[in-house]
T-cell receptor, first 113, second 119 residues
Framework: DGGITQSPKYLFRKEGQNVTLSCEQN?????MYWYRQDPGQGLRLIYY???????QKGDIAEGYSVSREKKESFPLTVTSAQKNPTAFYLC????????????FGQGTRLTVV | AQSVTQLDSQVPVFEEAPVELRCNYS??????LFWYVQYPNQGLQLLLK??????LVKGINGFEAEFNKSQTSFHLRKPSVHISDTAEYFC?????????????????FGQGTILTVHP
């Protein structure tokens, strides 16, 4: 079945450590996105990528980094510079950067202790 | 910049009652509108979308929404809810945004409405 796979579902890390969240899609979509979700705040865009080897900062990129070396993969690294990293992270994709219908993965809940 | 306001953070309702979840957006230019549903600890699933055409849009699970351009609203309705409809619902607006010299369709989400259906 086609879809978006995020792993792991739950992740615990110590404060000060970098951590990488995985996102893989087999939908042959060009565009991929990372969102952060906090209670009562909806979803906020961290980074997006319209094509391979290209990505742009979203609204809350500070303390995060991404790469897009393959069309199907868009990993997100939460660095130690992110002041409040504990959150639910959602990866999404769409057919193209112009497409407005996004498909979402199941999310990764990151807890930093 | 776009903004989306979901007027109710929580909506409790009894099973088989009708429900309306309200959504207003800021832009007066052409936009695309979406409603997504999220069950606990899961991703978002598309309920319905308005791109153009008829202002009444039907989606999955018996939901429908009406696009009202003059009031910049896109309220979600269901005539009779079930226990299984208990979830968080997000309204989203998309338009083309320029960044880094290119255009892309950017989704802006509302804060979410938690619908709780009681037996």
């Amino acid at each position: 079945d086609g879809g978006i796979t995020q792993s792991p579902k739950y992740l615990f890390r110590k404060e000060g450590q970098n951590v990488t969240l995985s996102c893989e899609q087999n939908l042959n979509h060009d565009a991929m996105y990372w969102y952060r979700q906090d209670p009562g705040q909806g979803l906020r865009l961290i980074y997006y990528s319209q094509i391979v080897n290209d990505f742009q900062k979203g609204d809350i990129a500070e303390g995060y980094s991404v790469s897009r070396e393959k069309k199907e993969s868009f990993p997100l690294t939460v660095t130690s510079a992110q002041k409040n990293p504990t959150a639910f992270y959602l990866c999404a994709s769409s057919i193209s950067g112009y497409s407005t219908e996004a498909f979402f993965g199941q999310g990764t809940r990151l807890t930093v202790v | 910049a776009q903004s989306v306001t979901q007027l109710d953070s929580q909506v409790p309702v009894f099973e088989e009652a009708p429900v309306e979840l309200r959504c207003n957006y800021s832009s007066s230019v052409s936009v695309y509108l979406f409603w997504y549903v999220q069950y606990p600890n899961q991703g978002l699933q598309l309920l319905l979308k308005y791109l153009s055409g008829s202002t009444l849009v039907k989606g999955i699970n018996g939901f429908e929404a009406e696009f009202n351009k003059s009031q910049t609203s896109f309220h979600l309705r269901k005539p009779s809810v079930h226990i299984s409809d208990t979830a968080e619902y997000f309204c989203a607006v998309s338009d083309l945004t320029n960044a880094g010299g290119t255009s892309y369709g950017k989704l802006t989400f509302g804060q979410g409405t938690i619908l709780t259906v009681h037996p």
